[in-house]
């Protein structure tokens, strides 16, 4: 198994692009999430799905889109970058009993 | 509003010796509590799952230990390595969040010497 995977490792965008970050997960988990990471404020959670096709909003939802059309894919759409989204984000994973993987991570700077 | 502290922030130990890293949080209505370990520039593993129904899960070196009731997990580890380094994370799952949301503590960043 090659557990969570995403794409790009890095990625540098100009204000106002968009893009989307890839996850892929090969372990038929039901739960996936996107979470970000940044300095001072930990890991807060984007987006999530429950299942294909259902997908809800976490804490940090603002500017970040998501759809979940097959159980093994799940990836994160910005609309119109910005600096405040320079961050490295985490796709995850998890089980029945909640547990949870993780991907590497994508290193986003917007400059 | 379920809260994760983690102290301390950094702790440097000589190789050898055994440790532990605290996590509390402030609302024992948990789902379960996990820890994980983050290399820099790298991802999370995961070390140890608890259910809100278990005392304690051990792998290898590694015991981790929760109290609902006091709000707090701790991880002990045995025999500390130079490999040990990294910085280590516990999160809760929200149990009024059906995608499995984990609330993270802000890390202890362990650096063991040789």
């Known amino acids: 198994n090659a557990g969570v995977t995403q794409t790009p490792k890095f990625q540098v965008l100009k204000t106002g692009q968009s893009m989307t970050l890839q996850c892929a997960q090969d372990?038929?988990?039901?739960?996936m999430s996107w979470y970000r990471q940044d300095p001072g404020m930990g890991l807060r959670l984007i987006h999530y799905?429950?299942?294909?096709?259902?997908?809800d909003q976490g804490e940090v939802p603002n500017g970040y889109n998501v759809s979940r059309s097959t159980t093994e894919d799940f990836p994160l759409r910005l609309l119109s970058a910005a600096p405040s989204q320079t961050s490295v984000y985490f796709c995850?994973?998890?089980?029945?009993?909640?547990?949870?993987?993780f991907g590497p991570g994508t290193r986003l700077t917007v400059t | 509003k379920q809260e994760v502290t983690q102290i301390p922030a950094a702790l440097s130990v000589p190789e050898g010796e055994n440790l532990v890293l605290n996590c509390s949080f402030t609302d024992s209505a948990i789902y379960n509590l996990q820890w994980f370990r983050q290399d820099p520039g790298k991802g999370l593993t995961s070390l140890l799952l608890i259910q809100s129904s278990q005392r304690e899960q051990t792998s290898g070196r590694l015991n981790a230990s929760l109290d609902k009731s006091s709000g707090r997990s701790t991880l002990y580890i045995a025999a500390s390595q130079p490999g040990d380094s990294a910085t280590y994370l516990c999160a809760v799952r929200d149990p009024y969040n059906q995608g499995g949301k984990l609330i993270f503590g802000q890390g202890t960043e362990l650096s063991v010497k040789p």
């Open positions: 799905s429950v299942g294909a096709g259902i997908t």
């Open positions: 372990m038929n988990h039901e739960y």
């Open positions: 995850a994973s998890g089980t029945g009993s909640y547990e949870q993987y």
